[in-house]
Structures are given as C-alpha cells and as structure tokens.
C-alpha cells in the first residue's frame, strides 16, 4: 500500500476513534470529516437523509459543507425527484462513483441535472448509501472538479462515512428520548391507521371527524416524536412503543 493511501486510513481510523469522545460535536466532526474528503479532493460532501420524491433535500441534510448556491438552485427546481444519483442511492447499499450512474441518453431532466452539477464544480462524486435504525434511507455524498480516489481511500470513506452517520442516530435518538412527549389517545388511533395504509379522509371516517383534525392530529403527534413527515412518525411511535400494530 503506498504510504499516502496507509496514512489516510490511518488517519480515518483515528477520526472514528475521537467519535466516541463525549466532548465532540456537530462543527468538530464538520471539519475533522471535511479534512478527510479534501485529502481525496473532494471540496464539497454531506451526510443526509433521503427524503421522499418532490420534498427538497436541503432540510434532510444533517452535516453539509455543499455548494449553497447549487443545493438552492437544486431543490427550487425541484431536480431531486430527477436526480439519477439518489435514485441509485435508493437501490443500492455499495458505495459508487457518479459517473459509474447508468441512465437512459433520451432523459433529459437527469442529464441536465448531472450536467448543471458540473456547472456548480461539482463534476465528480462518491456516493456512500446507508441505512439507519429508522429503517429511512441515508448518504454521504462527496464533490468536486478533480478528486484522486484509490481503492484504498474509497473504502476507508466507507468506513468514515457509517461512522459519522451512526454518531447522528445515536445523539440523535438521545435528544428524542429525553425531550419524548407521549401521544394522546387519538394521535395514537390516527398513526395505527396511518401505518395501516389509509388516507386521511378514510382514517376520518374511521374515526368520526374530518380529514382536517386527522391531519392535524398527525402534525401533533409528527412534532412529539422529532420525525419529517407522517410515515416517520410511524416508525418513530413504533419504536417508542406508543402504538402496536
């Protein structure tokens, strides 16, 4: 192994060590895990969730150092619904490269996206998908013009990006279970049919009142629990043991 490579995985072993120091934070970790990615070349990067389709990526971003300017311009266009690379994400669980991304030529909005990326210097990227204890689909994305990426670099990253990912989850769920508010009876009834599968208007019948109080309801119960949308709450009041299916 070239003693460059060795040094790097050398150092990443040594950032997920310090992640387990209870006195790292949000911003250390944005810089140690930003020296990691600059060592490869890669200028932009972030770890986020991935939201459901025509929902803006942006707010689901939980570590960014990405261009301001391309993830504004990305999520007024609406570009991620589009986007062939967190399709992928969506389909796999092995790190790739961007250009390794296979779509049909006659897609147009996926080649503009790709292509207005590199716009932004975001030419090149690595992709690494992750799935969380919520069961949600997440990634750590990485940028730039110009990247050098040996196997060696790509795995230690791998490595780096699960880390950081499962640093979040856990303070994550830590902040949940001690700020945890506990559902009312109906939030509770209107997510137990939520998870079954039924809108709001038929959760409304189910319940005698309007798709109005059964959305309300669930806003309620969506704040409680910390989750971005209502299938979240689900998981989350799952998980937490405030509804049994």
């Known amino acids: 192994m070239p003693k460059a490579d060795m040094?790097?995985?050398?150092?990443?072993?040594?950032?997920?060590?310090?992640?387990?120091?209870?006195?790292?934070?949000?911003?250390?970790?944005?810089?140690?895990f930003g020296k990691?990615?600059?060592?490869?070349?890669?200028?932009?990067?972030?770890?986020?969730?991935?939201?459901?389709?025509?929902?803006?990526?942006?707010?689901?971003?939980?570590?960014?150092?990405?261009?301001?300017?391309?993830?504004s311009y990305y999520d007024g266009a609406g570009y991620y619904q589009y986007d062939p690379v967190g399709q992928r994400c969506l389909e796999t669980t092995e790190p790739f490269i961007w250009s390794d991304v296979r779509y049909p030529t006659n897609n147009?909005?996926?080649?503009?996206?790709?292509?207005?990326?590199?716009?932004?210097?975001?030419?090149?990227g690595l992709c690494v998908p992750m799935h969380g204890l919520s069961g949600f689909p997440a990634v750590a994305s990485f940028a730039?013009?110009?990247?050098e990426l040996s196997r060696k670099?790509?795995?230690?990253?791998?490595?780096?990006?699960?880390?950081?990912?499962?640093?979040?989850?856990?303070?994550?769920?830590?902040?949940?279970g001690a700020t945890h508010k506990k559902l009312s009876p109906r939030e509770r009834d209107v997510l137990?049919?939520?998870?079954?599968?039924?809108?709001?208007?038929?959760?409304?019948?189910?319940?005698?009142?309007?798709?109005?109080?059964?959305?309300?309801?669930?806003?309620?119960?969506?704040?409680?629990?910390?989750a971005v949308n209502a299938i979240s709450a689900v998981v989350e009041a799952l998980r937490h043991r405030e509804i049994l299916l």
Not at 108 to 124: D, L, T
Not at 144 to 147: T, V
Not at 159 to 170: D, K, P, Q, V
Not at 200 to 207: A, E, F, R
Request: aromatic share 8%; hydrophobic share 40%; proline share 3%.
């Open 144 to 147: 730039g013009a110009a990247p």
């Open 36 to 71: 990691l990615a600059a060592e490869c070349g890669y200028e932009y990067f972030t770890v986020t969730r991935l939201p459901q389709p025509k929902i803006r990526l942006g707010p689901a971003m939980l570590l960014s150092k990405w261009s301001k300017a391309w993830l």
């Open 7 to 32: 040094n790097f995985v050398e150092q990443t072993l040594d950032y997920i060590d310090a992640l387990e120091d209870n006195t790292v934070n949000e911003r250390s970790i944005t810089c140690n």
């Open 192 to 226: 137990i049919w939520t998870a079954l599968g039924k809108t709001n208007g038929q959760v409304g019948v189910q319940l005698g009142v309007s798709s109005l109080t059964v959305r309300s309801h669930l806003e309620n119960a969506r704040l409680k629990l910390g």
């Open 108 to 124: 147009r909005m996926a080649s503009r996206v790709m292509s207005e990326a590199a716009e932004h210097g975001m030419r090149h």
């Open 153 to 176: 670099r790509r795995n230690a990253l791998h490595l780096a990006s699960i880390a950081t990912y499962g640093w979040f989850e856990r303070h994550e769920n830590n902040r949940r």
